[in-house]
């Protein structure tokens, strides 16, 4: 299982791609968590993390993905970061939109939701140019969607 982009590969975080890039990227809490979590419940399987890797130089750059399995309302939440150093490249957005694409062909999802800090101006413009809209802000934070488009 893998998703092809332009210029990124991104494989879904297994214990066996952690122990590959382990040496590489450095794993934030989120990716043993979903590690944790895909030990009881295999079905979770590309429903986390995914690790970015651009093709050129072949090299982990950040991860992306969902936070756990669609809902009962086929609703599920993103979520992403990109290295510092990759940042800027619109890598972010490549890597989203890959995995969104990813989420709607699987026929388990019929809307896509995300939440960023109304000060994290990248991340909003990100969300913004996968056609996402706000739909309120509270505390801090604005909250976003993207339904289906049944063509």
């Known amino acids: ?9 991104m494989i879904p975080c297994t214990p066996e791609s952690y122990k590959t890039f ?3 990227y450095k794993m934030g809490p989120h990716i043993e968590m979903h590690l944790d979590e895909l030990k009881n419940n295999i079905e979770l399987k ?8 651009n093709q050129d130089p ?3 750059i950040g991860d992306a993905g969902f936070k756990g399995k669609p809902n009962d309302q086929k609703v599920v939440e993103i979520g ?13 957005t490549e890597a989203v939109n890959g ?11 019929n809307k896509i939701v995300a939440e960023c ?13 996968l056609g996402m809209r706000r ?13 289906h488009k049944v063509l």
């Open 99 to 109: 995995i969104k694409d990813w989420a709607f062909a699987s026929g388990k999802v």
């Open 80 to 92: 992403y970061g990109i290295n510092p150093d990759a940042q800027n490249n619109g890598f972010a």
């Open 117 to 129: 800090s109304l000060e994290n101006i990248a991340s909003i413009r990100v969300l913004e140019k």
């Open 22 to 24: 382990s040496g590489t």
């Open 58 to 60: 072949n090299s982990v």
């Open 46 to 53: 590309g429903w986390g993390v995914w690790f970015v890797i």
């Open 1 to 9: 299982m893998e998703i092809k982009t332009n210029r990124l590969l």
């Open 135 to 147: 739909t309120f802000s509270k505390e801090g934070f604005i909250y976003w969607e993207l339904p």
